[in-house]
T-cell receptor, first 111, second 111 residues
Framework: NAGVTQTPKFQVLKTGQSMTLQCAQD?????MYWYRQDPGMGLRLIYY???????DKGEVPNGYNVSRLNKREFSLRLESAAPSQTSVYFC??????????FGEGSRLTVL | GQQLNQSPQSMFIQEGEDVSMNCTSS?????WLWYKQEPGEGPVLLIA?????ELTSNGRLTAQFGITRKDSFLNISASIPSDVGIYFC???????????FGTGTSLTVIP
């Protein structure tokens, strides 16, 4: 059971570099989410997609873009990475209402 | 964004003791979720609650959906060392697809 799969698991960037975090789910869920987790801050929503073809901003969207490529895949892009974007990023999916399932996380360091 | 107040922030208990933690919100939620997160991993869903007053168990864990729909509680009975981790609550309001998270309760079990 793959569930929610994120790649890469670790990444180090220099300030100003760009990168894309990939996420795929195999549970046929409609909604997908990107969160970031920082010490003492809990999980904060960056962007979410309620269904294929739609995306909406969450609590902390600045500096990020997303693409809902199809029902399975939801990617998060950092166009010009900043040290403040050093964090652990989690992708999650749900059936719209009900249970939310997470990937294992992508640990990003921006130097 | 929506704020969930989760308490306590941390707990240090002896093996065998019971644990209680809670989460409150300023607005009504339709769904409450409880997660456990271990170091280096993503949050794992423990219990999902969908109705006010609902009491649901998962082994030694019991969670309740508060009757006001603005709070939820998690109890762990007879704690064991493998209960160590950070426990998060999450809630979903009756409008929209977003889930909001508490800041977590860090649990340490002393053998």
């Amino acid at each position: 059971n793959a569930g929610v799969t994120q790649t890469p698991k670790f990444q180090v960037l220099k300030t100003g570099q760009s990168m894309t975090l990939q996420c795929a789910q195999d549970m046929n869920h409609n909604s997908m989410y990107w969160y970031r987790q920082d010490p003492g801050m809990g999980l904060r929503l960056i962007y979410y997609s309620a269904s294929e073809g739609t995306t909406d901003k969450g609590e902390v969207p600045n500096g990020y873009n997303v693409s809902r490529l199809n029902k399975r895949e939801f990617s998060l892009r950092l166009e010009s990475a900043a040290p403040s974007q050093t964090s652990v990023y989690f992708c999650a999916s749900s059936k719209n209402t009900g249970e939310l399932f997470f990937g294992e996380g992508s640990r990003l360091t921006v130097l | 964004g929506q704020q969930l107040n989760q308490s306590p922030q941390s707990m240090f208990i002896q093996e065998g003791e019971d644990v209680s933690m809670n989460c409150t919100s300023s607005s009504i939620f339709n769904t409450w979720l409880w997660y456990k997160q271990e170091p280096g991993e993503g949050p794992v869903l423990l219990i999902a609650l969908y109705k006010a007053g609902e009491l649901t168990s998962n082994g030694r864990l019991t969670a309740q959906f508060g009757i006001t729909r603005k709070d939820s509680f998690l109890n762990i009975s007879a704690s064991i060392p493998s209960d160590v981790g950070i426990y998060f609550c999450a809630g979903q309001p009756n409008t929209g697809n977003q889930f909001y998270f508490g800041t977590g309760t860090s649990l340490t079990v002393i053998p």
